[in-house]
């Protein structure tokens, strides 16, 4: 059963790739493939449903009105990887002898001409840019393919026919041509002396290659039936590779058989995806010589073939930058990754302005206080009215428009924020701890309302529960029949629309059908998400405690979803290895961030709502333009999964924390790592900047809150051009400096933490006896 | 299939556990299936990867439940998401004993047969399986650690240690045992331990025992007491126990207990010390359902409104309204007067014997029912003027009633002035938060409409209680003896300010003198006076009119009988009359239960001369009516003041 199923789940992956770069293409080209007849069952399934996800983001996109007033193709390159994905469907159409779509498509799309030089477009696939992991890894595919067939790649691949899945033999088919299996432990060998002979200089960056290199020959063996041999030589050096990477030894370490590869969507990942390294040009000539000196080809072809060498001028690196980056499913990043403008500056707020300073007006004068505060406030408005150079244009993504509420709402955050406590290394924020207790069927998830009103909890049992943080109980509002009843003129009608029978401190929403992973609140507080491992993100109604909309899509655990700072957009990423990103009204993705190798485990929207971040098991992280849908940074060196994301207030850098109890900054707009915070001894679930950036609140499975110095951590960092242009960061290991408090909490695992308006620090997680 | 043991031998050299090709033959042959050497081999290969796939798998779903320990269900979601079918029937949280068979090299899960019947059938069902719920507490202030030893458990959790059982056997042993001190030790830790959350639901479960013991007022009064300090207890989160807390006291108020059959026994202590509970407990704890004023309120009417419930259930209706605070007894009591004035005339005029016991019952009604609408037309009064007054000078009484109702358990012993007193000692606390309560308004009845309809029932009776003005500096400063001159003086005037600081303790503490409005001397009040008075006396609020009472009384002695009710014809005290009166009274009020130590004081005044010149029963009649303490008052039956107990 397995063995059939899994082919299917690959399916819908393999879908999603071709998905992402269309979103981006022109609209109605894939209507026409919904009629074709589908030959093969597991298509049946998984095909239809795709494509449609497909027609409608493009409809949904121009129908909306809202993401569609952007353009929606951005620039040459993605019209570049438009056509090599366009390509790839054509082909995968063809296989399944489609021959009508294929027409259809081609026609709509121009291609007739292009179609000869298609195969051109396999040597571009070791070049990366923006949207690399998805369009690369299919290009590397028909890359691979072409080399197995030559000129042929338009020409339907023979199918084997006791798998329904084309592209995995494709993929695998690379293995095919093997030197002597008895004689891959002799060629490791060699390397492995000559990189232990060689300069120390260069072999901290040459040992790089031994994962990789170990992993494909191992790989290649099983592939070609060397069981044995594949043992014997995993036996031998699996004790040789980086403590970091124990994860995937262990998977690997089961796989013996070749049946058994064609079921592991991560290592088809890793073949798929080029593995990254990043070498100095003198290393880089000293391998080559010494590959060529020994005519080890085995290895040289690896390489060539499944490694994607990223040669820099200059001093080699060291060990410790070489670790500070490496750990990653996939390897480094490609440095023109993240060479993408990203304008992470915040949006100017000049709705705000005009009716601010009226209500203001009034609201002081009630409060009888003096003038002065006001003038205090204008000059705050002054400078938040200046155009940051770095924040994107007011209206690259269209976003809904602010009202009456919420400007009410920014008025209270103003008045809060005056009264806010000024945190420092000798001002540390007083934590209080939110403990959910008799928690027996498992807390998995918390959020906080921003104004630390309410506070939701996701469970195990599928269960999401919303108390009141505040002494105001919940309340629904009447009925249809209980409403027409009310005086609609009177001035305290939203007060007399609530039911107060129904009050109460707490209320349970029901709807899902597996254990909730994510929860966020709208920042209006009207709406609150919750992500399923039943497949779904729901949208719950805070007025009347009902479920308004399913969003069906990811088809598999959504491990986290999250609100957008200004609302009606929000973002969800699970085991489907993508992250969509939905509007409130509609019931489909109007983007479909695919890229990741494996899934995603923490969603984030930026401070500006214009980009979206992403945390996932293949232990990198990536930046998506919610414009385009390109990744535009790419960030690896964390050691294990990531499960905890929190932009700065000011967009301009993340902190990560992941199962390896390791806090990374990161500088957005450089793209560089700037900090390592190491003190955590379990996985860091919750992450938290304070309302003005100084500190950084970290929470954890340790059961302790740390507080850190993140102001220090910034400003330490070296962004001289020479490190943004080569990305050698040199991280000083200052954790310690950087600690400024380690508090434990009582046997309680912190699940979340928020700021307060006025910098309380509140966390929460649920009690746990053991 | 040891999926844990898969998992932790991981670590060892194999990395992972292996399933030898005898266990795929042996599996393959119980299902009737022979397979070869060779394919045995391949399938154990293939088992074997597919477990620690799945197993691998399922690591996700434990870390995104954020937990540390892989759980069945963790695993079986993996296989399900691989569309394989789970495995059922290992879902319970212990370790499942995987044992060897000695004979032969077997291993097994061991596989209990549990019997369905049994297990439905059995009475230890667990209990306290708490609602999930959200506790905030400030761990660090400023970056510093309070003062709880930080990295401990939180104080409200489900988990029984052993020391917690311990505790929780001598506490509730202490409590319903014999001792006296020992009791008092417990209720006291009971009162102010911040670490006994997790046996909240026990206590809760042995309080709702009240209805296994109604024949026994003592154990009634432990485990009330017992109610008391679980809601003063400032760590303890009720939740929603309280609703199960609440329907134990109302029992006790309001059900014809077993104990009452037996009229010696003092049952209405336990109702007004009940009734005192409940409204302490909706006061402080209230908020915590929606929707329990409503509840008690109903259930308090429908008590009521049963005629075919005893008096004493009757008795404890009224004596709950009355401590809920005047709006309750506004909302209900008063509109239901006068249905259930006819019952209770009817059992007040019957003077037969057989009627005897029933009747001193009816007397308790009537007299906890005058209590309640004196108190409600003097806060109606005092709300009025208090709204006329523009809510200045913010309800001096219901604040210095609360400090007397503290203060009684000290103050005992000096023997406080006995008349001065108010028989509203419950109320007087009930309506510290009385006043400010957040109900909506009942439709309001005019305060003189209100007064004339009332005073058509209890006629002069009221009219005394209520009529006059004590400036509190009236009574004297102390002194058993004083009072009596003091309250002679027509009106003292000037309250001087100490006086009137102490009075409400006094009154507090005097709540359980017996009252006795069926005075046959009571000197009628014209309503017209009475109409008067809110206005002068109420800004004095919890003080009670006893003084004035007193002080009228004398001051008009000629009046007498002649305008009282019929129900309260005869004088039935006539042995006061003669030689020099002795009084007794009780100190009532809030350490009602513990055993009443000192709380019984006897006065014996000197037949000075105008006590001589006053009529005896001047004394009797301003005795406060509800008899109150439990014990002492079976004594005080037997005294010469015996028969105007009833009220």
Known sequence: IIRQKIPKKKKTYYAAHVMTPLLSAPGKKMAAVQDAPMELDAEKETKPEILSDGTSNLSGNTASGTLSSPPLTAGGAPKQEDQQTLIAVLQFLRRNKLTESVEILRREACLEDQEDSQTLDGSGGGKGDGDGGDANSLLSRVSIASAAAPQSTLTPIPVKSEYDQPDVSVVLSAYSQQGDPSLYQVYYSSLKNFIESVLDCHRAELSQLFYPLFVHMYLELVYNNHENKAKAFFEKFSGDQECYYQDDLRILCGLTKKEHLKGNEALLDFRTSRFVLRISR???????????????????????????????????????????????????????????????????????????????????????KPKKKKTKKDSMGSKSKKQDPNAPQQNRIPLPELKDSDKLDKIMYMKESTKRIRLGPENLPSICFYSFLNAYQGLTAVDFTDDSSLLAGGFADSTVRVWSATPKKLRKVKSAAELNLIDKESDDVLERIMDEKTASESKNLYGHSGPVYGVSFSPDRNYLLSSSEDGTVRLWSLQTFTCLVGYKGHNYPVWDTHFSPFGYYFVSGGHDRVARLWATDHYQPLRIFAGHLADVTCTRFHPNSNYVVTGSTDRTIRLWDVLNGNCVRFFTGHKGP??????????????????????????????????????????????????????????????????????????????????????????????????LGMYHSKSTPVTHLHFTRRNLLLAAGAYNSQ | LDITNAKMTEREERRFAEVPRESIKLMAESTGVELSEEVATLLAEDVCYRLREATQNSS??????????????????????????????????????????????????????????????????????????????????????NL???????????????????????????????????MKVALL????????????????????GVKSVSHDLDQLNRLLHMVKSLVQNPYLYLGSYVRSLVSSVMYCILEPLAASINPLNDHWTLRDYAALLLSHIFWTHGDLVSGLYHQILLSLQKVLSDPVRPLCSHYGAVVGLHALGWKAVERVLYPHLPAYWANLQAVLDDYSVSNAQVKADGHKVYGAILVAVERLLKMKALSLTLAAEGGCAGL???????????????????????????????????????????????????????????????????????????????????????PLEGRKEPASGAPNLENTRKMPQLTASMNISPRQDGSPCMEPQPPSLAATVPGRSLARSSSSSSVSRSRSSSSRPGRSTSQSRDIFPKARFPLPQVGPPAFSFIIGGRQMGRRCQGRRFQTSFTPTPPLTTLPPRAYAHKLPVIGRVSKPVRRWTCSHYSLHLPL
């Open chain 1, 282 to 368: 003198d290393s880089y000539q000293l391998l080559k010589r010494h590959l060529q000196e020994r005519h080890n080809n085995q290895i040289w072809n690896i390489i060539q073939e499944h490694l994607y060498i990223d040669i820099f001028d200059g001093m080699p690196r060291s060990k410790s930058q070489i670790d500070s980056m490496s750990g990653s499913f996939a390897g480094e990043t490609r440095r023109e990754v993240n060479k993408a403008k990203v304008f992470y500056g915040l949006l100017k707020e000049p709705e705000i302005e005009v009716p601010l300073d009226d209500e203001d007006d009034e609201a002081e004068n009630e409060e009888g």
């Open chain 1, 642 to 739: 990531i499960h905890s994301l929190a932009f700065s207030p000011n967009g301009k850098f993340l902190a990560s924390g992941s199962t390896d109890g390791r806090v990374l900054l990161w500088d957005i707009g450089h793209g560089l790592m700037i900090g390592e915070l190491k003190g955590h001894t379990d996985t860091i679930y919750a992450l938290k900047f304070s309302r003005d950036g100084e500190i950084l609140a970290s929470g954890s499975m340790d059961n302790t809150v740390r507080l850190w110095d993140s102001m220090k951590a910034f400003d330490d960092m070296e962004t001289d051009d020479f490190t943004a242009a080569t990305g050698h960061i040199h991280l000083p290991d200052n954790s310690q400096e950087l600690l």
């Open chain 2, 396 to 482: 001096p009484g219901t604040a210095t009633g609360a400090v007397g109702f503290r203060e009684n358990s000290l103050g005992l012993s000096p023997p406080p002035e006995p008349l001065s007193e108010p028989p509203l000692g419950i109320a007087s606390h009930l309506q510290a938060g009385g006043a400010g309560c957040p109900w909506e308004e009942w439709t309001p009845v005019s305060l003189p409409a209100m007064y004339c309809e009332l005073y058509s029932f209890f006629g002069d009776s009221l009219a005394v209680r209520f009529s006059t003005d004590p400036p509190l500096g009236g009574a004297p400063p102390s002194g058993s003896r004083q």
């Open chain 2, 60 to 145: 996700q779903f434990m870390r995104h439940a954020k937990r540390r320990k892989l759980s069945v269900e963790d695993f079986n979601r993996a296989l399900r998401w691989s569309n394989t079918e789970t495995v059922c029937g290992y879902g319970a949280q212990d370790a499942l004993p995987f044992r060897p068979l000695k004979e032969g090299e077997l291993f097994f899960v061991e596989d209990r047969e549990i019997n369905l019947v049994e297990l439905a059938l059995a009475t230890n069902i667990p209990k306290g399986c708490a609602e999930t719920m959200v506790r905030v507490h400030v761990s660090y202030l400023d970056g510093k650690g």
């Open chain 2, 148 to 182: 709880e030893p930080q990295g401990t458990v939180p104080t409200a959790v489900q988990s029984l240690s052993e020391d917690l059982l311990k505790y929780y056997q001598q506490i509730t042993r202490a409590i319903l045992g014999e001792d006296p001190h020992l």
């Open chain 2, 189 to 208: 830790d009971l009162q102010s331990n911040s670490k006994i959350a997790a046996l909240l639901p026990y206590f809760v479960y042995v309080i709702s």
